[in-house]
C-alpha cells in the first residue's frame, strides 16, 4: 500500500470519527428518553396537574399517544447540558429597517382593510366594550396568524409536553402545560382540536395557554371562547387582552417626528415620559406637519429612535407598551402601529429612511454593553441586543466624549468605550 493510499485511509477514518461525534448523542438514545418521558408524565407531572384541579381522566385522555417531538428548537435532552450562550458567535445582525418588509405591510394591510370592512359591525361593538380601535385589533390579528389563516399543525399539548420535559425554559413550558391541561379540564377544547405554533401558541391571536385563561372571551355567544375557529370570539379576545394590560380610550400609539440635532436622542425610555407639549416645546415636530392632538398635548409621551439617529423617530403613547405586553419588541409594537395606520387611513411606509448601519456582530454590541456597565450606566439586559437603555446610554456616552450622539451601535465605535 503506498504512502499516499494510507494518507488517504488515515484521513477517511478521521472523517468518520468526525462525522460520527457531530451526531447529537441524544440521537443514539431517544427510546430510552422516551422512557423518561412516560415516566415524568406519571410521576412529576401528574401530581402537579392534580394539585391544580387536572382530573386523571383528563390527564390520560390528553397524553394518549403523546411522544416526544425532537424537531423543536431549544431541547436539552436529559443526560445533555444546555448550548453554551452564543453572544459571541451568533450571525450578523442588520438595520432594524429589515422588520418592515413594504410587501408584506402592503399586503397585510389591503386584506386587513377588507376583513375590516366585513366584520366592521362586530368591531365596533369590540371598541364600545374594551376601547381598543379596530385597526389595532385587526393589525394584530394579521401579523400573528395572517387573519386565521395560518397553518397550525402542531399539538399543543405535544409542543408544550416537550418543552416542559427538555427545553431551556422548563418551568415556563410546564406552566404553559398545565395551563392547557385547565382548557381541557373545563371543557374549552380536546387535545386534538387544540392546535398551536411550533412555541405552543393558540388558535388565530396566538395566544399561550395562560393568556387564553386571562383573556379569551366567548364574543358571539355560543357557550365557549373559541380562538381557533370563531372570528368573533379571536378578535375580542384581542382586544380584552389590550384592555388588561392598561390600553388607554382615545389614545393612539404614537407619532413618527422629527428631533432636532440640538435635541439628544439619549432621552428616550417609558421612565422619561412627559407631557407631549413639553417635548413640543423643544421643537419636536410630526413628520406629517400635523400638530399633535389637543388631547395629547397634556398627556405623557416617550422619546423612541429604535435605530438611533440612523431611522425613523417617534413619539409613542403608553399604549405603545401595551402594544409590547403583547409582544415584548419595539419593533413589534411599531409594525403593528403602522399597519393598524395603513388598515385605517391608507397610511403608507414611515417618512424617514432606515439607514444601513452596517453589520455588526451580537458579541460586538455585548462588548460596548459591558464597558458600559463598568462606567456606571443602566443598558438593561446585557445580552448583545441594543435596546432602548443601551441606545440612550450610548448616546450619552458619545456627548460626554466629544462624539456627536447617534445612540445606536456602530462598527466605528468598536473598541472606544473603555
Known amino acids: 500500500m503506498s504512502k499516499r493510499t494510507v494518507e488517504r485511509a488515515i484521513a477517511l477514518v478521521f472523517a468518520m470519527i468526525v462525522a460520527l461525534l457531530s451526531v447529537p448523542a441524544l440521537a443514539q438514545n431517544r427510546p430510552d428518553v ?18 391544580a384541579g387536572i382530573s386523571e381522566k383528563t390527564l390520560r385522555a390528553a397524553f394518549q399517544g403523546v411522544t416526544l417531538n425532537w424537531d423543536l428548537p431549544d431541547l436539552v435532552p436529559p443526560g445533555t447540558t444546555p448550548p453554551k450562550h452564543q453572544d459571541q458567535t451568533q450571525a450578523e445582525f442588520s438595520s432594524p429597517g429589515a422588520y418592515f418588509s413594504e410587501k408584506r405591510l402592503q399586503g397585510l394591510a389591503a386584506t386587513g382593510r377588507g376583513l375590516a370592512s366585513t366584520h366592521a359591525a362586530v368591531l365596533k361593538k ?13 393589525a394584530i390579528w394579521g401579523r400573528e396568524s395572517g387573519f386565521g389563516r395560518a397553518k397550525l399543525p ?24 398545565i395551563a392547557a391541561l385547565k382548557m381541557i379540564e373545563r371543557g374549552d377544547v380536546d387535545a386534538a382540536t387544540m392546535k398551536g405554533s411550533w412555541a405552543g401558541a393558540l388558535g388565530q391571536p396566538q395566544f399561550m395557554p395562560s393568556s387564553y385563561l386571562k383573556y379569551a372571551v366567548d364574543f ?5 371562547p373559541d380562538i381557533w375557529n370563531s372570528v368573533p370570539d379571536s378578535l375580542a379576545s384581542i382586544a380584552h387582552y389590550l384592555q388588561k394590560e392598561g390600553w388607554s380610550r382615545a389614545r393612539d400609539w404614537g407619532f413618527e417626528v422629527t428631533i432636532p440635532e440640538r435635541v439628544s436622542c439619549a432621552q428616550e425610555g417609558p421612565d422619561l415620559a412627559k407631557p ?14 400635523k400638530d399633535f392632538p389637543a388631547a395629547d398635548l397634556k398627556a405623557s409621551g416617550m422619546m423612541l429612535v429604535p435605530a438611533g439617529r440612523h431611522g425613523p423617530e417617534f413619539l409613542v403613547t403608553p399604549n405603545f407598551y401595551v402594544l409590547k405586553e403583547y409582544n415584548n419588541s419595539d419593533l413589534y409594537a411599531l409594525f403593528i402601529g ?19 448601519i452596517g453589520k455588526m456582530l451580537r458579541s460586538d454590541v455585548l462588548a460596548m454593553q459591558k464597558a458600559l456597565v463598568a462606567k456606571g450606566y443602566d ?17 450619552d456616552w458619545q456627548v460626554k466624549n466629544g462624539l456627536a450622539p447617534t445612540c445606536y451601535p456602530h462598527p466605528s465605535l468598536k473598541g472606544k468605550i473603555r
Not at 422512557?35 to 392534580?50: E, R, Y
Not at 358571539?220 to 365557549?224: I, K, L, P, T, V
Not at 407631549?276 to 406637519?289: E, L, N, V, Y
Open 276 to 289: 407631549i407639549s413639553q417635548w413640543a416645546a423643544t421643537g419636536i415636530t410630526r413628520i406629517s406637519g
Open 154 to 177: 402542531y399539538s399543543a399539548v405535544q409542543v408544550l409536553a416537550t418543552k416542559a420535559f427538555m427545553s431551556t425554559r422548563k418551568e415556563m413550558f410546564r406552566d404553559e402545560l
Open 338 to 356: 403602522n399597519l393598524a395606520d395603513r388598515i385605517a387611513s391608507g397610511a403608507g411606509p414611515f417618512a424617514a429612511q432606515w439607514d444601513d
Open 220 to 224: 358571539d355567544r355560543d357557550g365557549d
Open 126 to 138: 369590540i371598541e364600545a366594550t374594551y376601547g381598543v380601535p379596530g385597526e389595532i385589533v385587526v
Open 379 to 395: 443598558v438593561g439586559n446585557v445580552d448583545g441586543l441594543p435596546g432602548y437603555k443601551t441606545r440612550r446610554s450610548l448616546g
Open 34 to 51: 422516551e422512557k423518561q418521558f412516560q415516566g415524568w408524565i406519571v410521576s412529576d407531572l401528574g401530581p402537579a396537574a392534580k394539585k
